[in-house]
């Protein structure tokens, strides 16, 4: 069975970093995209960050450019968002997706599997 988890949210100062892992348990793990997602309370889910099944492409939505960065380590099945100068406004739980599409994707239903989610919460 998939799995996908989600680690390393909390609560942060605005300003400050996290660094999220998502961990698969897909055997064929690196020929995967992986994007990664965030729900804040009453709003759609929305795209954040994906990063082709390789790690060559990656991309972002425009709020989170330059602050956010994703990678990903096949090795260890485990794709990586680092989060740096945090604003309330990226208050949210945090969703990793795999996508057998492979290259960099944005949509939703493009990905197959979910994780559970991880709450980050960003505020003084």
């Known amino acids: 069975q998939v799995r996908l988890v989600e680690s390393g949210g909390g609560l942060v100062q605005p300003g400050g970093s996290l660094r999220l892992s998502c961990a698969a348990s897909l055997r064929t793990f690196s020929v995967y995209a992986v994007g990664w997602f965030r729900q804040a309370p009453g709003k759609e889910r929305e795209f954040v960050a994906a990063?082709?099944?390789?790690?060559?492409?990656?991309d972002y939505v425009d709020s989170v450019k330059v602050r956010f960065t994703i990678s990903r380590d096949n090795a260890k099945n485990t794709v990586y968002l680092q989060m740096n100068s945090l604003k309330p406004e990226d208050t949210a739980v945090y969703y990793c997706?795999?996508?057998?599409?492979?290259?960099?994707?944005?949509?939703?239903?493009?990905?197959?599997?979910w994780g559970q989610g991880t709450q980050v919460t960003v505020s003084s």
């Open positions: 997706a795999a996508s057998r599409v492979g290259s960099v994707n944005t949509t939703l239903r493009t990905y197959d599997y």
């Open positions: 990063i082709s099944r390789g790690g060559s492409s990656t």
